[in-house]
Nanobody, 127 residues
Framework: QLQLLESGGGSVQTGGSLSLSCAAS????????MAWFRQAPGKEREGVAL????????YFADSVAGRFTISRDIPQNTFHLQMNSLKPEDTAMYYC????????????????????WGQGTQVTVSS
């Protein structure tokens, strides 16, 4: 059983930066991947950044490409999402998720591909 715990988040003005972390404990697999999703009120859950456990392969949604980066600290079993140049439309609850396999995602990341979820952390960007 994999457990995920997010930290970070908070409130920032437009153009600011925030960093989120996800600590994973339990069983992991080299074939899996970690992801950051977000969900704003009334909107679907959106996969914004992914990284494979075993390599450097990453995926970013068009909405965050060039502004967000995802990284991993394998010894600490921790993943990070660095968010720069934040916009009000980035306001959402952000969730860390873990999946047991990697797919070549293009344009959409199905939340159902991810079995394990953290409880979420709020990010608010004010104009």
């Amino acid at each position: 059983q994999l457990q995920l715990l997010e930290s970070g988040g908070g409130s920032v003005q437009t153009g600011g930066s925030l960093s989120l972390s996800c600590a994973a404990s339990g069983v992991t697999t080299s074939n899996g991947c970690m992801a950051w999703f977000r969900q704003a009120p009334g909107k679907e859950r959106e996969g914004v950044a992914l990284i494979r456990w075993s390599g450097e392969t990453t995926y970013f949604a068009d909405s965050v490409a060039g502004r967000f980066t995802i990284s991993r600290d394998i010894p600490q079993n921790t993943f990070h999402l660095q968010m720069n140049s934040l916009k009000p439309e980035d306001t959402a609850m952000y969730y860390c998720a873990a999946g047991t396999k990697w797919r070549n995602y293009k344009g959409y990341v199905p939340p159902d591909d991810f079995r394990y979820w953290g409880q979420g952390t709020q990010v608010t960007v004010s104009s």
